[in-house]
């Protein structure tokens, strides 16, 4: 019998480049097609076929509450109710800007054309260069490990007065998971000190899931710019920066650096975002969290060491990736090691037993404060199962 979601992804083939809108959506690093989601709610997904999932995706991570949380889905309505975009100044967007600078003491000011290097999708698909960018602009941009201070000291000495910025995700979660070794960010902090360069946080993943002032709280260590996203949107398309006022203040109309969108601090975003993390804090989210974590931690690595599996994971706090290589993994030279196929069979498995895990091995999975404790036990039991399995 062919499914709903078989039929749909037929038909968007016919009219959308390889039937899907975000390329590592197509299922292709799994060597299957992918299944259509009817709704959403909680911790769970449901498929247009009626089957249930643990969902660890979380719409790739902004859906920290976990899917359609009332408090959001309310903001929204009452926001919609008002109208759904302005293209003009609304009281939202300046509460959000506030929030976002009391929270994150290195966004002094807050805004809602590169690309040398692209996602996990152009890893597995092992295109890392995207068409269409000119060679000039990826001439004029380093592409240095992460965790290797020696390349980056080597590389402001090549390069003496010419490097402008350093960026860098202080957690990296879009190749995998990795975590920073010892004192690299706070060492690549003092070098573009040193070197007249700014630093340029990423926190796009990480900002206020890992804590209420995101990767540079943890880790101590006070950008001059910062990107942010995700959860700021509440689940709305929303993407944002900030830093230092002197940097921003370059920006229209105050400077000569030119930026706007006729949807920028769109007020149903706004209010989705500013719900999200107010109920965040209401309920001290990122201790959750952090306890959630912990707990589908000790599953994981208790499953692997049973099954004597090859698989290394690497977590923090909320975040986890189960790598099929040998560790540590610390870079994305490791994470490339993995064995691809192995999770493919892997990703099917533990879909069919009712666990949606990222179909990409450089992905990050994500907890949200919606996943229960008994939620945690059966996906690690289905990891344990599987694990044995293969």
């Known amino acids: 019998m062919i499914s709903r979601s078989s039929e749909l992804f037929a038909r968007a083939e016919t009219r959308i480049p390889g ?87 290195s966004i002094e000011k807050h805004v809602d054309g590169l690309l040398v290097k692209a996602g996990s999708g152009a890893l597995t698909h092992g295109r890392a260069d995207s068409a269409g960018v000119p060679r000039a602009f990826a001439d004029l941009t380093i592409s240095l490990p992460f965790n290797n201070i020696d390349l980056v000291r080597k590389a402001f000495v090549e390069n003496k007065e010419k490097i402008a910025a350093v960026i860098v995700e202080p957690v990296p979660a879009n190749a995998g998971l990795y975590l920073p070794i010892g004192d690299f960010l706070s060492i690549l902090r003092n070098e573009c000190l040193v070197n007249g360069a700014l630093l340029i946080f990423d926190e796009v993943i990480t ?55 006729t949807l920028s601090g769109n007020p149903l975003a706004m209010a989705a975002g500013l719900a999200q993390l ?33 698989v290394t994971f690497n977590s923090v706090g909320s975040m986890f990736c189960l790598f099929f290589a040998p560790g540590p993994i610390v870079d994305l030279a490791n994470a490339r090691q993995s064995d691809l196929k192995m999770f493919a069979q892997f990703f099917h498995a533990c879909l069919r037993r009712g666990v949606y895990f990222a179909p990409s091995q450089f992905e990050t999975g994500f907890i949200s404060t919606a996943h229960s404790a008994e939620d945690l036990e059966r996906t690690g039991s289905v990891v344990r199962e599987v694990l044995a399995s293969l």
């Open 207 to 261: 900002g206020f899931r890992l804590a209420r002032g995101g990767a540079q709280e943890i880790y101590g260590v006070r950008p001059d710019l910062t990107a942010l996203g995700k959860v700021i949107g509440g689940g709305l398309p929303v993407g944002a920066f900030g830093g230092r006022a002197e940097i921003m203040d370059q920006l229209s109309p105050d400077g000569p650096v030119y930026q706007a969108g």
């Open 278 to 310: 107010r109920e965040l804090e209401r309920i001290n989210g990122w201790k959750l969290l952090d306890e959630l974590g912990a707990q589908f931690e000790q599953l994981a690595r208790n499953a692997i060491k049973d099954a004597k599996a090859g």
């Open 19 to 105: 039937g899907v809108n975000s390329p590592v959506r197509a299922f292709r690093n799994v060597d299957d097609a992918p299944f259509f989601v009817a709704r959403a709610d909680g911790s769970k997904i449901w498929d247009v076929d009626g089957k249930e999932y643990i969902d660890y995706v979380g719409s790739w991570g902004p859906a920290i509450l976990g899917h359609a949380p009332k408090v959001v889905v309310d903001a929204v309505h009452e926001a919609a109710t008002r109208g759904l975009s302005f293209g003009i100044p609304n009281p939202l967007e300046v509460e959000m800007a506030e929030l976002i600078c009391d929270w994150v003491p």
